[in-house]
């Protein structure tokens, strides 16, 4: 099943981050292990379902007053025990970075990048050759552009434009391979 189905599940295991402790009694979530490594970010493992194995990795960088600081976090959707989605977030705390394995193969297909905790591009290898090939890009969360390389050799070669409803309303393609749309569609 493909990661799009999986949104809402996400998001809850997104917005899970307060585990089970003396100072939390109440959440359902149990934190399993804590550590720190040489660099200092403090890693929390969460487990969901109680079955004693994390589904998610918080990873905290400690800062000189206040609260830690989420810097990224990784999760396990499916729970088979390798991370499907890593969500990388900057300094004041907002998500700059999502990558995801949107197929379970244990290969990451997929990025968002976003900007004020916005949507602005998102990235996806559509062809499974490692290499992404299809690029959205948005603006106040809509669709405005997508991009796409459809012969896999690294060069764009299909445009589409979307209006304020989110459907196409012009398309380009370079047949030729030099870079510049031949055929436009409005």
Known sequence: MALMSRLPLLAAF???????????????????TERTTEDGIR??????????????????RDRTSGSPLLVRKEVDLN?????DVISYFDDAG???????????????????HYRDGARVMAETDTDMDGRSNVYAYYVEGKIQRKERDSD???????????GADGTVTRTGSDT????RIDVRTE
Do not use: Q
């Open 94 to 112: 907002a998500l700059e970075r999502e990558e995801m394995d949107s197929d379970f193969d244990g290969h990451f297909d997929w990025i968002d």
């Open 43 to 60: 890693i929390v493992e969460i487990d969901l379902d109680n079955d004693k194995r994390p589904e998610i990795y918080n990873h905290y």
């Open 79 to 83: 729970r088979d025990g390798a991370v």
């Open 14 to 32: 997104l917005a899970a981050g307060c585990a089970k402790t003396a100072s939390n009694p109440e959440s359902p979530y149990t934190t399993l």
């Open 152 to 162: 896999s050799d690294g060069k764009i070669d299909v445009w589409e434009r979307f």
């Open 176 to 179: 030729d391979g030099d870079g």
